[in-house]
């Protein structure tokens, strides 16, 4: 059954599943702190253990950061369905160890049969769920060509090596941990409703537990075909076959035709500075490294450190400094292949000074009067990131995602793999918010072949013109200011890298007007505060996934976010 047309049941069905897996992901887990010696063969740090040991295991048998970054985000893709993927897109950004850095965008794309007002109706209004939920919600996927061409430049193991592990794990099976049991079941009557009734992540009970195990034959397949024909292994023959006729069962309108025209791209990554330490970013169409360095910036003119951390102070400034960023990402941001994004003067001194000069340390300002606007800001769906170093010290940060969890919840039949909800990360209609609450513009309305505007921040810290801080994290528009409270608290607070992950975070994105903090993570004092400031405060389940690296006198420190199944594993 894949009937497009989504009833009020199945809306309030999201709804219901959204607060279920909020709730679920909120007892957050103690951390395990590996023991402290000193490792520098290689550490892979990624949101599954079985990802993280094969990325782990193929830097020992020679591969480098690019080779294990592969074999992860492959691995991913069979293991953890909600986020690692085939079907969707992502960026990386890297820095050898012969000091050269840049960056790989593998973004999806608009089809071509793609139109600005495609998800309004006759009345300009939003065609609900259409952009999220479902084959017209899916754009082109990029992350096999992406892997391919990071192979070529940089790869040292034979492509086939890379492979086999997730070829491996699909075909002989692998056990579900209780979060990714969890999360299935809480996706059961949408799978059913999206996909056929054979499809291998509906239990017939309906019920997931932990420890079963999944078989994806089909998958397996797909990954052979990728290990024996490269790019055309997905975007030609079969799985490009079983991807078509996926799309046309149901309302999609991605063609053969996209698939061919389907190019991911090596660009410069985006560079800048904090307090002495190199900072290497995403450049759109991620807004990601221009939002990222833009907040850095603003920061600078302010003595963090004498604040506190997660003080009233610090995160009334924080959260000043935000207010601004996002309203520039809502209004100049978009793809740069369409839209003339003024990265220089958003990231000008004087620009920033500027921008920083309306700050109130003693109230909040009105997001209004910065710009006009009003959203509601959805959260709990999923990206991946991982974080790698090898023995060499090449560093590689790379993000991924289907957008929401398990993308449109479409399973291509026979080929076992989701496709993508990335659609809605355009401006469906300027002024009105995605699925993050973000708003957009112009900039990033739908065009054919257009990149839809991310908030995916891979970021490499270099202290010294060596990587020191690998990081990032899944979190929708949460993203920036989940890798931007990091780096502060490393650089400016001096804390551990542990301490730091661990900490609880914050988030404002100008609109909606609300500073959302992790639950029960801050003291009653400050909340009360940061209203006395003006500020209304919102309590979410938690707010981001952070998988990072920090190499400090060449020992290299792992950490997977407790707040999920991620994990560090090195040698
Ligand atoms: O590219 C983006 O910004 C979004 N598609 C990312 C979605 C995401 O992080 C969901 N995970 N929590």
Redesign the pocket.
Same mark, same amino acid.
């Given at each position: 059954m894949r009937n497009p047309f989504i009833s009020h049941l199945y809306g309030l069905a999201v709804l219901i599943i959204l607060f279920q897996s909020s709730c679920k992901e909120s007892s957050q887990k103690t951390l395990e702190v590996p023991e402290s010696t000193c490792l520098t063969g290689g550490m892979v740090v990624s949101a599954h253990p079985l990802a993280s040991q094969v990325g782990s295991d193929i830097l020992e048998q020679g591969g480098n950061a690019f080779d294990a970054a592969i074999a992860t985000q492959l691995t991913l893709a069979v293991v953890y369905p909600r986020?690692g993927n085939l079907g969707g897109g992502g960026f990386m950004v890297y820095h050898t160890a012969e000091g050269a850095s840049g960056a790989l965008d593998f973004?999806e794309r608009a089809p071509l049969r793609a139109e600005r007002d495609m998800y309004l109706d006759p009345n300009g209004d939003v065609i609900p769920k259409a952009s999220t939920l479902g084959h017209l919600s899916v754009a082109v996927p990029g992350v096999v060509d992406g892997l391919v061409k990071n192979h070529e430049r940089f790869g040292r193991l034979p492509w086939a090596t890379l492979l086999q592990p997730a070829i491996d794990l699909a075909e002989n099976g692998f056990t579900l941990t209780d979060a990714e049991a969890a999360k299935l079941n809480d996706y059961q009557v949408l799978f059913s409703v999206m996909n056929d009734s054979d499809m291998p992540f509906l239990d017939p009970d309906g019920n997931w537990n932990e420890g079963d195990s999944i078989f994806l034959p089909g998958l397996a397949e797909t990954l052979r075909l990728i290990r024996d024909q490269g790019r055309a292994g997905f975007y030609q023959g079969r799985t490009a076959e079983l991807l078509l006729a996926e799309i046309q069962s149901g309302n999609g309108i991605i063609s053969q035709a996209d698939l061919d025209l389907y190019s991911s791209n090596w660009m410069e990554s985006l560079n800048g500075d904090y307090r002495g330490h190199e900072i290497i970013c995403m450049p759109p169409p991620? &807004?990601?490294g221009v939002a990222l360095l833009q907040l850095l910036k603003g920061m600078e003119e302010y003595d963090l450190n004498s604040l506190g951390h997660n003080s009233a102070a610090s995160i009334h400034l924080m959260t000043e400094l935000e207010r601004r960023v996002y309203a520039d990402r809502a209004s100049h941001l978009g793809d740069p292949d369409f839209h003339d994004v003024p990265i220089s003067m958003l990231l000008d001194s004087k620009y920033i000074s500027s921008r920083n000069s309306s700050i109130d340390l003693t109230k909040k300002t009105d997001s209004e009067s910065i710009k006009k606007g009003d959203v509601e800001l959805i959260? &709990?769906?999923?990206?991946?990131h991982l974080s790698i170093i090898d023995g060499d010290g090449n560093a590689v940060a790379l993000?991924t995602?289907l957008?929401?969890?398990y993308g449109s919840k479409v399973m291509v039949d026979e080929a076992q793999f989701f496709l993508n909800n990335?659609m809605?990360?355009f401006s469906v209609k300027p002024g009105t918010p995605n699925m993050?609450g973000l708003i957009g513009a112009e900039a990033n309305s739908i065009a054919p072949s257009k990149r839809?505007? &991310? &908030?995916?921040s891979p970021t490499i810290v270099l202290k010294n013109d060596q990587p020191y801080l690998i990081l990032g994290?899944?979190?929708?528009?949460?993203?920036i200011t989940t890798v931007f409270q990091n780096i502060l608290n490393v650089i400016d607070h001096g804390m551990s890298i542990e301490q730091s992950v661990n900490e609880t975070r914050v988030h404002h994105q100008w609109l909606p007007d609300k500073v959302f903090y992790e639950n029960g993570g801050l003291e009653y004092e400050v909340i009360q505060e940061l209203e006395d400031l003006g500020h209304e405060l919102a309590p979410k389940p938690l707010i981001?996934?952070v998988d990072a690296i920090l190499i400090e006198e060449g020992c290299f420190q792992g950490i997977g976010d407790p707040r999920g199944d991620d994990s560090a594993i090195g040698f």
């Amino acid at each position: 059954m894949r009937n497009p047309f989504i009833s009020h049941l199945y809306g309030l069905a999201v709804l219901i599943i959204l607060f279920q897996s909020s709730c679920k992901e909120s007892s957050q887990k103690t951390l395990e702190v590996p023991e402290s010696t000193c490792l520098t063969g290689g550490m892979v740090v990624s949101a599954h253990p079985l990802a993280s040991q094969v990325g782990s295991d193929i830097l020992e048998q020679g591969g480098n950061a690019f080779d294990a970054a592969i074999a992860t985000q492959l691995t991913l893709a069979v293991v953890y369905p909600r986020a690692g993927n085939l079907g969707g897109g992502g960026f990386m950004v890297y820095h050898t160890a012969e000091g050269a850095s840049g960056a790989l965008d593998f973004r999806e794309r608009a089809p071509l049969r793609a139109e600005r007002d495609m998800y309004l109706d006759p009345n300009g209004d939003v065609i609900p769920k259409a952009s999220t939920l479902g084959h017209l919600s899916v754009a082109v996927p990029g992350v096999v060509d992406g892997l391919v061409k990071n192979h070529e430049r940089f790869g040292r193991l034979p492509w086939a090596t890379l492979l086999q592990p997730a070829i491996d794990l699909a075909e002989n099976g692998f056990t579900l941990t209780d979060a990714e049991a969890a999360k299935l079941n809480d996706y059961q009557v949408l799978f059913s409703v999206m996909n056929d009734s054979d499809m291998p992540f509906l239990d017939p009970d309906g019920n997931w537990n932990e420890g079963d195990s999944i078989f994806l034959p089909g998958l397996a397949e797909t990954l052979r075909l990728i290990r024996d024909q490269g790019r055309a292994g997905f975007y030609q023959g079969r799985t490009a076959e079983l991807l078509l006729a996926e799309i046309q069962s149901g309302n999609g309108i991605i063609s053969q035709a996209d698939l061919d025209l389907y190019s991911s791209n090596w660009m410069e990554s985006l560079n800048g500075d904090y307090r002495g330490h190199e900072i290497i970013c995403m450049p759109p169409p991620s &807004s990601g490294g221009v939002a990222l360095l833009q907040l850095l910036k603003g920061m600078e003119e302010y003595d963090l450190n004498s604040l506190g951390h997660n003080s009233a102070a610090s995160i009334h400034l924080m959260t000043e400094l935000e207010r601004r960023v996002y309203a520039d990402r809502a209004s100049h941001l978009g793809d740069p292949d369409f839209h003339d994004v003024p990265i220089s003067m958003l990231l000008d001194s004087k620009y920033i000074s500027s921008r920083n000069s309306s700050i109130d340390l003693t109230k909040k300002t009105d997001s209004e009067s910065i710009k006009k606007g009003d959203v509601e800001l959805i959260e &709990s769906m999923e990206t991946t990131h991982l974080s790698i170093i090898d023995g060499d010290g090449n560093a590689v940060a790379l993000t991924t995602t289907l957008n929401g969890n398990y993308g449109s919840k479409v399973m291509v039949d026979e080929a076992q793999f989701f496709l993508n909800n990335e659609m809605d990360d355009f401006s469906v209609k300027p002024g009105t918010p995605n699925m993050y609450g973000l708003i957009g513009a112009e900039a990033n309305s739908i065009a054919p072949s257009k990149r839809m505007l &991310s &908030s995916m921040s891979p970021t490499i810290v270099l202290k010294n013109d060596q990587p020191y801080l690998i990081l990032g994290t899944p979190g929708g528009s949460t993203i920036i200011t989940t890798v931007f409270q990091n780096i502060l608290n490393v650089i400016d607070h001096g804390m551990s890298i542990e301490q730091s992950v661990n900490e609880t975070r914050v988030h404002h994105q100008w609109l909606p007007d609300k500073v959302f903090y992790e639950n029960g993570g801050l003291e009653y004092e400050v909340i009360q505060e940061l209203e006395d400031l003006g500020h209304e405060l919102a309590p979410k389940p938690l707010i981001g996934r952070v998988d990072a690296i920090l190499i400090e006198e060449g020992c290299f420190q792992g950490i997977g976010d407790p707040r999920g199944d991620d994990s560090a594993i090195g040698f």
